[in-house]
């Protein structure tokens, strides 16, 4: 069986940044660092650069121990070492929806239909393919979006899109788009949300 990677590296404008996914043992999450280390080979070596942590929290014996795998498997010279926020938690997401104005919709959308309003948005039905909801704050479907979302369209990146069934056309937050592949492989999925990081759309199952 294939492993599961939970290590991944990027190359950032501000340096390397090391992200962290599931919620595994942190002496395995180790083992896996020291692995792709040791694989990445001379790609580390002699480069000076700055350290990012991502998507896990750490304490300072683990960013110790995270440290100390990286300096004792290549040659690196670690600038500035920092740890990033996590992804936004559902809790999170909540609050952001309870500090503007909600409007309620009851109806689904077919082709053709725009559904707009100047606040946070919960949809009790489905969003149609053709069909579009936009609004300034967050959006949320209780139903099948398969059309166009637009969630902080005058600008709110922290904006957020959450549905029971999410397979859309597109997903906007403020100015960032992004589209689906139309492949089928997102059936039978949980609900999920979409939000902003680093510039990029990710989409997080519903907890």
């Known amino acids: 069986m294939k492993q599961q990677n939970h290590v991944i590296f990027k190359g950032t404008k501000d340096g390397i940044a090391i992200r962290f996914l599931g919620d595994i043992p942190f002496d395995a999450l180790c083992e896996q660092l020291k692995t792709k280390v040791k694989q990445a080979g001379k790609f580390f070596d002699n480069v000076t650069t700055s350290l990012i942590l991502q998507g896990r929290t750490f304490s300072e014996e683990?960013?110790?121990?995270?440290?100390?795998?990286?300096?004792?498997?290549?040659?690196?010279?670690?600038?500035?070492?920092?740890?990033?926020?996590?992804?936004?938690?559902m809790t999170d997401l909540y609050q952001n929806l309870d500090c503007m104005t909600t409007k309620f919709h009851k109806g689904s959308l077919r082709n053709g239909q725009r559904l707009e309003f100047e606040g946070s948005l919960v949809l009790l039905g489905d969003v149609n393919p053709g069909a579009e909801v936009?609004?300034?704050?967050?959006?949320?479907?209780?139903?099948?979006?398969?059309?166009?979302?637009?969630?902080?369209?005058?600008?709110?990146?922290?904006?957020?899109?959450a549905a029971i069934h999410m397979t859309p056309v597109q997903l906007r937050i403020a100015d960032i788009i992004t589209r689906f592949p139309d492949d089928g492989n997102r059936h039978g999925k949980p609900a999920e949300y979409a939000f902003v990081q680093e510039g990029q759309i990710f989409v997080m199952p519903l907890s």
């Open 62 to 89: 683990e960013e110790n121990r995270i440290l100390e795998i990286i300096t004792e498997n290549t040659s690196m010279t670690i600038t500035h070492f920092k740890e990033e926020d996590q992804p936004k938690q």
């Open 134 to 161: 936009k609004a300034t704050g967050n959006i949320i479907v209780l139903g099948q979006l398969r059309g166009i979302a637009h969630a902080g369209c005058n600008g709110l990146s922290d904006a957020f899109i």
